[in-house]
């Protein structure tokens, strides 16, 4: 019969222990708020992430190693402001050798300008008039009469 007792008062206690837990003991919350599972980004959102950005980059741990999606979200951050930075230089670069192009042609048609062998124009005779007809400037010569 002692056995009987000593059953019926464990069963008793996790009878209690189990209402308590699931009524929360009286407090006015039910349950504290759960811990977000990840993190803040932890590369800056205001600004182009930079070299020590990167360096200072820690990932939270998790049971088997990192959060795979804290590492995917920086990994993607990183290469696509990588590709921006890439798409821009290259924009640049293109811009630059556009304008040596032009500066290199430019410099081209100056240096062919310069050295080009000077044509030497004679001045222009006025127009010769026949010997019978006076000069257009001057009024016209009364006419001998014929004998």
Do not use: C, K, N
């Not at 464990?10 to 990840?38: F, I, N």
């Amino acid at each position: 019969m002692v056995v009987f007792w000593f059953l019926l008062i464990a069963l008793v206690v996790v009878v209690a222990a189990v209402t308590l837990a699931v009524v929360g003991g009286g407090e006015s919350t039910a349950l504290p708020e759960a811990a977000p599972e990840r993190l803040s980004d932890p590369l800056p959102v205001t600004r182009p992430v930079h070299r020590a950005d990167v360096e200072e980059l820690r990932l939270p741990v998790a049971l088997r190693g990192y959060r795979m999606a804290d590492v995917d979200d920086a990994l993607s951050r990183v290469g696509a402001e990588l590709a921006e930075r890439d798409a821009r230089i290259a924009e640049l670069e293109a811009a630059l050798a556009g304008a040596q192009a032009m500066a290199v042609d430019a410099g081209r048609a100056l240096v062919d300008e310069q050295h080009a062998p000077e044509e030497q124009h004679a001045p222009e005779a006025p127009p010769t008039t026949p010997a019978d007809q006076p000069p257009s400037d001057q009024p016209p010569a009364p006419e001998e009469p014929q004998r």
